[in-house]
């Protein structure tokens, strides 16, 4: 007989954006993603700090696709060199997963691509419900001078596939120029059908 779940709820804190209980947190620092930006003399100088990019909370419940897992993610204001604060980014393991993002606080940028090279970018602010679809790859990027915090709600089979993006890298990066965000070329981009030409 199948054992059933039993409901639950979780709080958000509107203050700091974590989630109580917190769940499973994860920390990424300039450490854990040194060689996703840009600027390398950058990085070395920022690396001694080891500067906390951003935190996720997620809310644990199984891993299959008869949950939604869902969680907040926190992503700090600052650069590297010129680079925005940003996430790693990922497509789902399961490549035709959907996920909703809901800005919470703070604003910045949400950028996307396939595997083919398409891109595409949304911005968000309190309130910007933004739809990522199916085969898309995202990653969030902090382009305000304050916390930038968002909830995600996705299929709980979907998984994470960072290895991708830190082989391939994105279309495009998040840079400051004449003190506003600018997306231009990422000189490190390959896809996927170029790696190891």
Known sequence: MTK????????????????????KLI???????????????AVQALLNDNPLIYEVYNVEVPENEEHIQHCTTILYPGKVGSEFFMTKGHYHEIINRAEIYFCLKGKGLLIMQ????????????PGTIAYVPPYWAHRTVNTGDETFVFFAAYPGDAGHDYGLIE???????VMEQAEKYALVANPSYRKENEIGE
């Open 4 to 23: 059933i779940f039993q409901p639950f709820s979780t709080m958000y804190e509107f203050d700091s954006g974590a989630l109580n209980p917190q769940g």
């Open 27 to 41: 920390s990424r620092r300039l450490s854990d993603m040194s060689s996703m930006y840009q600027d390398s003399e």
């Open 114 to 125: 396939t595997k083919e090279g398409e891109f595409s970018s949304l911005e968000m602010e």
């Open 167 to 173: 082989t391939e890298g994105f279309v495009k990066a």
